[in-house]
């Protein structure tokens, strides 16, 4: 497998499975972090920038479920789960905090590496759509800063607006659910009296009005959700 020097966080309490992947990621060129704990692993994933994470479970200071819901509040990186716990609402639990993968201990280096690959090509297929279809009527949307350009303007989105509104591009003039952004985005389930979502798009709406961007909008469509449109739509 071809790493193209991707740079991985491993978070893993256990000093030798922490030692195995150190040394095998490496050895497949990628540049490795360790950390040993919850709470200094997630200093690291905010602080820096990976193109992975692997996030054990069962970690000291904070379990790794609670490492990643924090996670999520700063950063969309890919995140898969290594866990000796292997029961379905474990699963679910990790998934339903924005897990990308799950994998249950124990595992052989070849299935990680399967597992980083398809996620690998999962990130670029993404990475490569948005890039091919960024540009709406002078519309740039940028996924190293989180932020979106027009005229030269930044419009300092957060990364949870930012997410929002690459998702609602990505499907230019398809309905998305509530149910849907708020799993996807903001990883909980809706509730009809949870305004949080509404709130964002606000935001989005107001800061993309700020920075006079004029060729795309966000549509509220009543009783279904949002959908981003071109000015030509």
């Not at 993309?208 to 000015?231: D, H, K, M, N, P």
Request: net charge negative.
């Amino acid at each position: 497998m071809r790493a193209c020097s991707s740079h991985i966080l491993a978070i893993e309490d256990d000093p030798v499975l922490a030692a195995h992947l150190e040394q095998h990621l490496q050895s497949r060129g990628f540049s490795v972090t360790l950390q040993r704990d919850g709470l200094s692993g997630l200093a690291h994933g905010k602080a820096e920038t990976f193109d992975l994470v692997l996030l054990d479970v069962l970690l000291p200071g904070l379990d790794g479920l609670n490492v990643l819901a924090q996670l999520r509040d700063h950063s969309s990186v890919p995140v898969i789960l290594m866990s000796a716990l292997g029961a379905e609402q474990d699963r679910i639990a990790g998934f339903t905090q924005g897990a990308d993968d799950y994998l249950p201990k124990p595992f052989t280096m070849a299935e990680l590496e399967v597992r980083i690959a398809a996620i690998m090509r999962r990130v670029a297929f993404e990475r490569g759509f948005v890039a091919a279809n960024q540009n709406i009527s002078a519309f740039a949307l940028d996924a190293e800063r989180n932020d979106v350009c027009h005229e030269g303007n930044w419009a300092q989105l957060t990364q949870t607006e930012f997410r929002i509104l690459e998702l609602l591009v990505q499907h230019q003039g398809e309905v998305l659910s509530k149910a849907l952004l708020y799993q996807q985005i903001l990883h909980r389930a809706y509730s009809r009296h949870d305004r949080v979502l509404d709130m964002h798009i606000s935001h989005v709406r107001r800061k993309l009005s700020a920075i006079g961007y004029a060729g795309g909008r966000i549509e509220t469509v009543w009783g279904r959700g949002y959908a981003f449109q071109s000015g030509d739509d």
